[in-house]
């Protein structure tokens, strides 16, 4: 915010190949600049968005990287042929964790694709917003309700979180 405020894009680098950070830039940019005072009070979803922009800067220096496993698949009881036939509303649980850091997904097949749901914890606490999902190569920011919302024409066959010092890679996700 400090950032589009002053005009100083300190993350241009980012900006260049962000097209969700730099939208955000330029409309907080523009809404400073449209009134006396600025931008008084931006939607929940903006100021988590705003929030994540250091996360989506690459880390330099990774002082926790963490290999995860699965440790609940909702698919793990079904044979192989009837998982072939998944259609539209087949759902499929994914508990995943890596030292004391669990991610759980849904993923929902629909016509067109999957809709995906993912919630980082440690422990019994969320902490979603302090990572980044990443998902065959996209880079996810938490929404306010501290989820990871994202449609997708496969389901992810790699994910991984990423925070300003952890980095922490899930390995290949098998979708049969």
Known sequence: MKAAQSGSAVFAAHFAECPDCRELYNIYRAQARSTE??????????????????????VRKVVRKLKGYITYDSWSPLPDLQLRDTGRGAERRLRLEADDITLELSAERQTNGWDLTARAYCGDQVVTSDYILTSDGLRITASVHQCFFWSSQKPPRRLGLRSTDTSIDFGHLRWK
């Open 37 to 58: 005072h600025g931008l008084e009070r931006p939607s929940d979803d903006a100021v988590a968005s705003l929030y994540a922009i250091p996360l989506m800067e690459r």
